[in-house]
């Protein structure tokens, strides 16, 4: 075989292996149609089948798959013999037989296997199901393992999403953590919500108001004045002065004093 199949096939492999976790050895499960094509050809199938995979493979066949080979007739007589020399899986159907395909398809559900068929409408059925690898005879000679379909790369893809994503119980989880460590409040309908954090003042209203400046005599500027008083009935009380009153001997005194100071000079 050449370099670039090894190399498709070691692809092909890395991407079952890697996304639906098939392991070494590998379990190729093989129908009569894949068995009776190899017998006409004289392929020695478990030679092939490592040869191929450059790994460990083992080659599997169940009873279902056994009895309808034998009920075929005598032209699949060589065919049946060939089959018995595999190792015979227990597939549950022993005491009612199915047909090879419906054997097959309840085999894939719980287990990793390639199946190695030759059944078009069996090859069709794993195409459209993820994760079962198909392995045929191309041309009735060429050992070929398919491509993956679109159908296993988009499950491919969602299988590692959910990896990657968190769960919902995991999620749940987390937000009681929080809860419990007070990182969040708890929401009366339901949901946790979100702790508020406390802001700082505004630094504009921490500043200290401005001092206004005293008027300075001689420019006009007015100073501060005490509100007016306000008595009953709203009416505005202006105040009053206190007059000094001197005595009268006083007042003729400075009386005179001020016009004999007028004579004087």
């Known amino acids: 075989m050449k370099i670039t199949k090894h190399k498709k096939t070691r692809k092909y492999m890395s991407f079952y292996i890697n996304n639906f976790g098939f392991r070494e050895p590998l379990l190729v499960l093989i129908d009569g149609s894949f068995c009776h094509a190899a017998y006409k050809i004289r392929l020695q199938i478990e030679e092939q089948l490592k040869k191929y995979f450059q790994c460990e493979v083992k080659p ?21 013999q060939l089959l018995k020399k595999f190792l015979v899986h227990r597939c549950g159907h022993e005491k009612r037989p199915l047909d090879g395909s419906s054997c097959i398809k309840s085999m894939t559900k719980s287990c990793h296997y390639i199946v190695a068929t030759q059944d078009r409408a069996l090859q069709e059925w794993v195409r459209e199901h993820p994760g079962i690898p198909l392995f045929y005879l191309h041309n ?35 937000q009681k953590l929080k809860v419990k460590e007070g990182l969040v409040t708890p929401d009366p309908n339901g949901g946790p919500k979100k702790k508020r954090k406390v802001k700082n003042p505004n630094p504009l ?12 005599e001689g420019k006009g500027t007015p100073s501060e004045s005490k509100p007016p008083t306000v008595g009953e009935g709203g009416v505005v009380k202006k105040k009053s002065r206190k007059r000094i009153k001197l005595p009268k001997h006083v007042i003729e005194h400075l009386k005179a004093g001020n016009g004999g100071g007028a004579g004087a000079s």
């Not at 009895?67 to 065919?79: A, I, S």
């Not at 299988?159 to 999620?171: A, F, H, N, P, T």
């Not at 209203?205 to 300075?216: A, E, L, R």
């Open 60 to 80: 599997i066949v169940t009873a279902c798959i056994i009895t309808e080979t034998d009920n075929l007739g005598p032209g699949f007589t060589g065919t049946s």
């Open 140 to 174: 009735a000679s060429v050992p070929t393992l398919v491509q993956p379909s679109e159908a296993h790369r988009q499950a491919a893809a969602e299988g590692q999403k959910s990896r990657v994503g968190i769960r919902e119980l995991d999620q749940q989880t987390i």
């Open 205 to 216: 209203s921490c500043k200290k108001p401005k001092k206004t400046k005293k008027g300075v």
